[in-house]
């Protein structure tokens, strides 16, 4: 399976972006598809995920993100509103095959990655 993310970019706070992940390969509807983010000098982080059509949130963006999938498409979609500058990162996608609840947030759970867009958002 290939990811490739895209719509990274740069806007001002209060702002939206929306990125984009197309699989290609052997992908399947029953993957979880995820959104990941990793901001210089910190960790990876769970940002979105939508598993059988129930999505699921990290604290810090509920409300303001939004995970969409496309099936016939292959894609997956973040639609980012309310931007602020915490917000900015290099946004990964991330699929992974028999993904349990419980790990769901976790890197290791995904089995495969994009390479990933970057978002910049100014103050």
């Known amino acids: 399976v290939q990811l490739q993310a895209s719509g990274g970019g740069l806007v001002q706070a209060g702002g939206s972006l929306r990125l984009s992940c197309a699989a290609s390969?052997?992908?399947?509807?029953?993957?979880?598809m995820g959104w990941f983010r990793q901001a210089p000098g910190k960790e990876r982080e769970f940002v979105a995920a939508i598993r059988w059509g129930v999505t699921y949130y990290a604290d810090s963006v509920k409300g303001r993100f939004t995970i969409s999938r496309d099936n016939a498409k292959n894609t997956v979609s973040l639609q980012m509103n309310s931007l602020k500058p915490e917000d900015t990162a290099v946004y990964y996608c991330a699929a992974g095959d028999g993904v349990i609840l419980s790990e769901m947030r976790r890197t290791r759970a995904y089995d495969y990655w994009g390479q990933g867009t970057l978002v910049t958002v100014s103050s």
């Open positions: 390969g052997r992908t399947s509807s029953n993957y979880v």
